[in-house]
């Protein structure tokens, strides 16, 4: 469902019937200017932050600037969500992750979401506590992840 505003940036959205329960999450950038330099102050918002095990489909929205994804990872009982390290290039490792929601108006795995485009990815989770990250280079580190709770 493409819709155009107008602008040179396209939107979208996701299938209204997707199963199970919804979880949205606003993937976002803020420009800061300083005498010391640009930064870019990053968030990743996820809502609701606890769902029921079974059927969870994910509606990613790039709101910022740049591109953006979701990536679901489980977390050990002995992991703090946040505190992954993340290699030279600025990514963390995405070993056993579940799923992504990385195609631009479209499900599942992509080449990232543009700004103002939706993603979206539907999986089967388990109870238990679980990192949802953007992991394009050096987006983890700027503080684009959130934890999800499932029981």
């Known amino acids: 469902m493409m819709q155009h505003d107008g602008l040179a940036r396209s939107r979208c959205t996701a299938p209204r019937d997707l199963p199970g329960t919804v979880v949205r999450v606003s ?11 640009n930064r870019t102050r990053m968030m990743l918002r996820a809502a609701p932050a606890t769902v029921s095990a079974g059927a969870v489909s994910f509606v990613a929205t790039d709101l910022g600037s740049r591109r953006h994804e979701l990536v679901v990872l489980p977390l050990e009982s002995w992991q703090n969500f946040g505190q992954r390290a993340t290699s030279p290039g600025g990514k963390v490792l995405e070993r056993g992750a579940l ?20 993603g979206w990815v539907t999986l089967d989770l388990a109870p238990g506590r679980y990192e949802l990250v953007c992991n394009k280079p050096h987006h983890y580190a700027r503080g684009m992840y959130a934890e999800l709770v499932v029981s």
Request: glycine fraction near 26%.
């Open 99 to 118: 799923g992504e929601a990385s195609r631009a108006c479209g499900a599942g795995i992509g080449a990232g979401l543009r700004p103002g485009t939706t």
């Open 27 to 37: 993937l976002m950038d803020m420009g800061h200017h300083s005498m010391m330099g």
